[in-house]
C-alpha cells in the first residue's frame, strides 16, 4: 500500500493504516453494539465523507438497523445570521427514534452543532454521534462527539472517504499533509 501520494501537487503521508483504521472502527462497532442492546437505532450517516467509514461501521454492529444518508451544506447566509448549514435528503421520521450520527471528521464543530440541533427538533428519542476523527485544536462550536474514532492534530487528512477538493477519497488509508 502507498506510503505517500501526491493530489493537487501536494504531498500527503500515510498517517492511519488500514489495520489501524480497522482495528478502531471494529472497537466503536462493538460499544455501540453494547450500548443498543434491544434497540433498532437509525444511522444517519453524512455524505460525501462518511460512506466508507459508515459501510465499514455498520457491518461491526451487530443489531438490526436503519441506514439512511444526508448531505449537508454550509454557505454564507444573506441575513446577519452568518453562515447556515442546509440539511438535504433527511427523510425519515425521527421521532421517538434512537439517531446515532456518523460524521468523517469534526475539525471547527460547526457543520456538526448545527445538524445536530437539526435531527432533535424532530423529537428523536435519542441522538448520538460517532465521528472517526476529530481536532481537538479546531473545535469552535462545541459539540459533544459520543464515540470517537481517533483525535488527530490539526493537520490536513484525506483517504478513507475524505477529499482534498474531491480526489482521494477511494484511498484505503488516511494520509496527513506533509509541512
Ligand atoms: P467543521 O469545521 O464544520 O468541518 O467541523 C467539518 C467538515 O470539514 C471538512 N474537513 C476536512 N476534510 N480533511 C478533509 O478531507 C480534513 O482534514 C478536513 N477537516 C475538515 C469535512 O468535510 C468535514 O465534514
Ligand atoms: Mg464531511
Not at 461491526?60 to 448531505?71: A, D, G, K, S, T
Not at 476529530?134 to 464515540?147: G, H, L, M, Q, T
Amino acid at each position: 500500500m502507498k506510503e505517500e501520494v501526491t493530489v493537487n501537487g501536494k504531498d500527503f503521508s500515510v498517517y492511519l493504516t488500514k489495520e489501524e483504521i480497522i482495528g478502531r472502527v471494529w472497537d466503536l462497532g462493538q460499544q455501540i453494539t453494547n450500548d443498543y442492546r434491544g434497540k433498532t437505532p437509525i444511522i444517519l450517516s453524512v455524505l460525501n465523507g462518511a460512506f466508507i467509514f459508515t459501510a465499514d461501521l455498520v457491518r461491526h454492529i451487530e443489531l438490526p438497523l436503519n441506514i439512511e444518508f444526508v448531505r449537508l451544506s454550509s454557505y454564507e447566509g444573506t441575513s446577519s445570521t452568518g453562515k447556515l448549514t442546509e440539511v438535504l435528503g433527511l427523510k425519515t421520521d425521527l421521532e421517538n427514534q434512537d439517531v446515532i450520527i456518523v460524521e468523517d471528521i469534526v475539525d471547527t464543530g460547526f457543520t456538526l452543532s448545527n445538524f445536530v440541533k437539526t435531527v432533535k427538533s424532530k423529537n428523536p428519542n435519542s441522538v448520538k454521534i460517532v465521528s472517526l476523527l476529530r481536532k481537538p485544536e479546531a473545535i469552535s462550536f462545541p459539540v459533544e462527539i459520543d464515540y470517537v474514532g481517533f483525535d488527530i492534530p490539526n493537520d490536513f487528512v484525506l483517504g478513507y472517504g475524505l477529499d482534498y477538493d474531491e480526489v482521494g477519497r477511494e484511498l484505503p488509508q488516511i494520509y496527513k499533509l506533509v509541512e
